[in-house]
């Protein structure tokens, strides 16, 4: 029998992270088990966490980062299936019934996203962003993904010296172990956007994305045969 564990690492989210653990809550194959890593939270996140009772397991830490976060979740978790929900994110109600049964079909797969829409979260004005783009996409991000437990043995942790992109950076490792992975086609992630998510502050997600990619090209260059 699989074990599906939920990991939500969370920073100053008291607005959203209630409704990304409802969501998870409504899942047609319910999580065994949901992890919220609060990273330090100054305002009510743990406390809004822990008022689901025994449905939630919340952990606090001192605020060390996203990494070091999902790091937490991914030790505290007990499930050999993995999947991260950000809390600010939304899931709709049959993501896990839909990848692990595709998980279960394809055993030589050792994860599998899935297609997610952005969405403005409430209290943005819509006249003020215009040129948000609602439009659906695959996407291979830390919300739309669900992992056999044993790539992160392969792959490694986050990495922990970075604000942002430290998915990108262990995605772009796993590649480069050959992990397998397969994008499902069905829309099953809402992605919220707001004024203090990442896509608010290009400038440092470019910067973040640029020393990520340095980081991979390095590393093929030292490998054996690399250019």
């Known amino acids: 029998m699989d074990f599906l564990s939920v990991i939500i ?17 409504r899942q047609t194959r319910p999580p065994d088990e949901i992890v919220v890593i609060d990273d330090g939270s100054t305002d009510r996140t743990a406390e809004i966490a822990r008022s689901f009772g025994k449905s939630v397991h919340c952990l606090s830490q001192s605020n060390q980062g996203i990494g070091a976060a999902r790091n937490a979740g991914l030790q505290a978790a007990r499930g050999n299936l993995i999947a991260f929900l950000d ?22 797969i050792d994860l599998v996203t899935c297609h997610m829409k952005p969405f403005l979260s ?13 439009k659906e996409m695959a996407a291979c991000n830390p919300s739309c993904l669900l992992a056999r437990r044993e790539i992160f043995t392969r792959t ?16 772009g490792q796993a590649q480069e172990k050959g992990i397998q992975y397969q994008i499902v086609p069905e829309l099953l992630v809402r992605r919220r956007v707001h004024l203090t998510n990442t ?8 910067s973040d994305y640029a020393n990520i990619l340095k980081r991979q090209l390095d590393r093929r260059r030292e490998a054996p045969g690399g250019k």
Do not use: C
Request: glycine share 4%; charged share 30%.
């Open 87 to 108: 809390s600010d994110d939304l899931w709709l109600e049959r993501k896990m019934e839909i990848q692990t049964a595709f998980l279960h079909a394809h055993p030589e």
């Open 122 to 134: 409430p209290e943005i004005d819509p006249t003020t962003v215009p040129a948000f783009d609602a």
């Open 199 to 206: 896509v608010h502050d290009r400038r440092r997600m470019n």
């Open 156 to 171: 490694g942790v986050f990495a922990t010296d970075r604000r942002g992109g430290e998915f990108v950076a262990w995605f």
């Open 9 to 25: 690492p969370a920073y100053n989210r008291e607005s959203y992270v209630s409704q990304a653990i409802e969501s998870a809550l």
